[in-house]
């Protein structure tokens, strides 16, 4: 039975981690109509940024500064990429009326994001160690790390903090407002450009604590954010790109039947069922589990 | 017109230029420089340079000719491999190869090597097929200085049953190096009469392997025989301590990379693996020396693949003795040589009369290979 938790346990928070990068997507997408697909690599931009403001490479060990540094960092290392993302690839491709300039212009920032790390950093792996210390704690016999318990809580605050901020505030009404119709929203006297260009910067931020939040779970390196990238963009798939709280269920079922297919099938096919369930949901509920069906209006 | 004088000049300069060079002797060298086999390629073309260094201040080779390393990055993938086989073949004219890690890059680009009749000295890459080319009847020119996965599976599997293992359990990496391993092991323990309880496998970059490990636990696994690379071994011994299972793990020479020991920290200690060389028990006043020219030249101790250092010094020196013994730099002669070399070599990585035949490439035997043993962070001597 324990065994059983274990897995569970692990599998929902390798979820919870797909669930938050998933949650930058749709934030992107409602406003935007685009997918960010560089959101991978910003999110190992967090992860490796994070990485050298609180670990000194040498040794391995502690740099000395508080983690409120690496965080601040990271925040701030997010919202300039977001904001440098929406600039020289979303919104060019935009203004050209082409439909789908922006999938390849964001692959471009993040294949050069990716690539100047590895220039400017490292190839290798490190690891980052977690300010809540990495001794495992026990629960009756099921094995967790504290920086998992922080990845959860961390989650549930940032999911339920922002779809707060949309619902109940001005300026997230502003957001909803250009979500559902650019045009109209323009016309109500909303910077529809200013909201676009802040929801990247969020989006992007939120990835970028993502990789700070997982880099003590599995190593920093160049390359972390490539497959973190695109399982989190199966899941908004999977919940919904137009829900708020679709992401997190999506991750819950694509990271928990990865554990137990890798446990009771076989490692090698530990991501098929997710996936299958992706190529499901496609063909019957194409918005996703949660999405809003769209009209369009001819 | 006045245009092409100076053209014509500056290609005769150039042509001047690469005249000159030519006592220089070009020696290749090729392995993963950056990604997450980098600690040994880097260690061992460290290892290499240290040799070249010695050989081109003690006078070089062939009466004052020095010695030069061409190295590149093959990123540990297959098709680079390939890629700067070709290049250092045909375009800087090696007159031989050293390198590289990797078991698929080695079993991508050797076939041009033994192509072009130019000596290959493999000095890690344990997987590659070196005295399998014997009986696929090509002229062979590639050699090896690194256990062999056969050798090292004899002694993983070997010690894991006079430890008094009866139920091992083989966990490898998907790529060419972990299935390579895991065939040989479970021929190993066929012959000796044992099964593995379970056999699992994982991914280059996974860090979570409590799946695996709880079906090798539930299988009732008494060792863990691991074959793969530094980080994902790690991550083995990390969700290991996190499920609270403690079984001995043994496992490729691989497990005494740096980024295996930092990366497991204390989940490490206890760990077992071959070696052909161990820095802690390097007392002979050629590896002592070797010791102090890399700390002084490269400011790491320890090295962060010592095994891979120590190959690589070895293999720039089979290779000098044998350009003396052949008198040329030709491959053949060359080829001719190392199958019969006359003098005896004292390297780091043991003591070689005869290193290799005209039947056997392999210079490495099971009785030169030592257990190694991770403890802190470091690695030490263990009873074979």
Redesign the interface.
């Known amino acids: 039975m324990t065994e059983v938790l274990q897995l569970i346990i692990s599998g929902a928070i390798q979820g919870m981690i797909y669930a938050l990068i998933a949650f930058g997507y749709n934030l992107t997408f409602s406003t935007s109509k685009t997918i960010n697909f560089s959101l991978g690599q910003i999110v190992m931009l967090g992860g490796v940024t994070g990485y050298i403001l609180y670990i000194d490479m040498q040794s391995g060990q502690l740099s000395g500064l508080p983690f409120i540094v690496p965080l601040i960092g990271v925040l701030i290392i997010g919202a300039l990429a977001g904001a440098v993302v929406h600039k020289t690839a979303v919104e060019p491709s935009l203004k050209f009326k082409s439909e789908y300039t922006w999938i390849l212009a964001t692959l471009a920032v993040g294949i050069i994001i990716k690539n100047g790390v590895e220039q400017l950093w490292s190839t290798g792996d490190f690891r980052m160690l977690s300010p809540l210390g990495d001794n495992v704690l026990r629960f009756g016999g099921v094995g967790v790390y504290a920086q998992e318990i922080l990845i959860v809580i961390v989650s549930l605050a940032i999911v339920c903090g922002v779809e707060m901020f949309k619902r109940r505030t001005i300026y997230g009404k502003a957001i909803q407002a250009v979500s559902e119709d650019k045009a109209t929203a323009s016309l109500m006297g909303i910077p529809e450009k200013f909201v676009i260009t802040i929801s990247f910067m969020m989006s992007a931020s939120i990835a970028a604590i993502a990789g700070l939040l997982v880099a003590p779970l599995t190593f920093v390196s160049a390359s972390m954010g490539t497959v973190l990238g695109i399982k989190a963009y199966s899941v908004s798939i999977i919940g919904g790109l137009e829900s708020g709280f679709g992401p997190l269920v999506g991750g819950l079922i694509l990271g928990i039947s990865e554990t137990l297919t890798a446990r009771y099938i076989s490692t090698g096919y530990k991501e098929m069922p997710g996936f299958i369930f992706l190529i499901i949901v496609i063909l019957f509920k194409p918005n996703g589990l949660f999405g809003k069906k769209i009209i369009k209006k001819v | 017109m006045k245009r092409n004088v100076i053209l014509i000049s500056l290609l005769c300069l150039a042509m001047f230029g690469c005249n000159k060079k030519s006592d220089e002797i070009k020696i290749g060298v090729y392995g993963p420089f ?3 086999s ?2 040994m390629g880097v260690s061992m073309r460290n290892g290499a340079k240290l040799a070249v260094a010695e050989i081109n201040a003690a006078g070089g080779v062939l009466g004052g000719k020095k010695l030069a390393l061409i190295d590149r990055d093959d990123e540990a993938k297959n098709e680079r491999g390939g890629q700067i086989m070709q290049e250092l073949l045909e375009k800087e004219n090696v007159i031989a190869v050293l390198g590289p890690a990797n078991t698929g890059v080695a079993n991508a680009s050797t076939q041009y090597t033994n192509q072009k009749k130019i000596p290959q000295i493999i000095n890690i890459a344990a997987g590659a097929k070196v005295n399998e080319f014997f009986a696929e009847g090509v002229d062979n020119y590639i050699f090896r200085i690194a256990a062999s996965d056969d050798i090292q599976s004899k002694v993983i599997v070997g010690q894991a049953l006079k430890r008094g293992a009866k139920k091992p359990a083989l966990l490898c990496d ?1 790529t060419n190096y972990g299935q390579n391993g895991r065939e040989k092991m479970e021929k190993v323990l066929a012959a000796a009469g044992v099964k593995p309880v379970y056999i ?3 991914k280059i ?1 996974d ?2 392997m ?3 490990l ?2 090798a636990k ?1 299988a009732g696994a008494d060792v863990i025989l691991a074959y793969g690379i ?2 994902e071994l ?1 991550a083995v011994s990390n969700s290991m ?4 299972w403690k079984v001995p793990m043994i496992g490729s020479w691989t497990l005494s990379m740096s ?1 295996y020991t ?2 497991a ?1 204390k989940n490490g200690n206890g760990t077992m693996m071959p070696q052909t060389f161990i820095e802690s028990v390097a007392t002979s006043p050629k590896q002592q020396a070797f010791l102090k020219a890399y700390l002084d030249q490269y400011k790491e101790s320890p090295i962060s693949s010592a095994v891979s250092a120590a190959q690589g010094y070895d293999s720039v020196y089979l290779l000098k003795l044998a350009i003396e013994q052949a008198q040329s730099t030709e491959g053949p002669k060359l080829k001719a040589a190392l199958e019969d070399l006359s003098t005896p070599y004292e390297g780091l990585t043991g003591t070689y009369t005869k290193p290799f035949s005209s039947t056997d490439h392999e210079a490495i035997k099971e009785e030169n290979v030592l257990l190694g043993m991770v403890q802190d962070g470091k690695i030490i001597s263990s009873d074979k």
């Open positions: 950056s990604g997450g980098a600690p998907d699992g496998k994982f970059k860090t979570d409590t799946a695996q709880q079906e539930a530094g980080p790690a301590d996190r499920i609270s980024n930092t990366n920290g």
